[in-house]
């Protein structure tokens, strides 16, 4: 799912990183997603820095971009865009507009 995450989405999209909802998100992964994160450079560690404020070692368009990963892949898993947005602290429009342009 990472690998189909649009750049443009990454780049220009509106929204923001929520550092509590990124941690809950990351806990609930299977052992073999937790691996694909931790080859990118992103752990528990690195999402606890991020939430407590300081500044992590992980490059900030490899997080968002996971972030939006993580969003895509719950809407793949057959959750609503209501319950992903509200999930995640992001607009409805903002994910429709992921997710579609994602299918592409």
Not at 4 to 11: A, D, F, G, M
Not at 64 to 82: C, D, N, P, T, V
Not at 85 to 91: E, H, V
Request: with cysteine; charged share 20%; proline share 4%.
């Amino acid at each position: 799912m990472y690998l189909s995450t649009p750049y443009e989405q990454v780049n220009d999209g509106p929204f923001k990183i929520s550092s509590a909802q990124y941690l809950k998100m990351f806990n609930r992964l299977s052992p073999e997603e937790c691996c694909v994160a931790k080859s990118l450079g992103i752990s528990e560690i690195v999402l606890i820095k991020l939430n407590s404020g300081l500044k992590p070692k992980v490059n900030h368009f490899t997080l968002k971009r996971f972030y939006l990963a993580l969003m895509l892949h719950a809407l793949w898993q057959g959750e609503s865009i209501w319950d992903v947005a509200d999930a995640f602290d992001s607009d409805r429009g903002h994910v429709q507009s992921a997710w579609s342009i994602s299918a592409k």
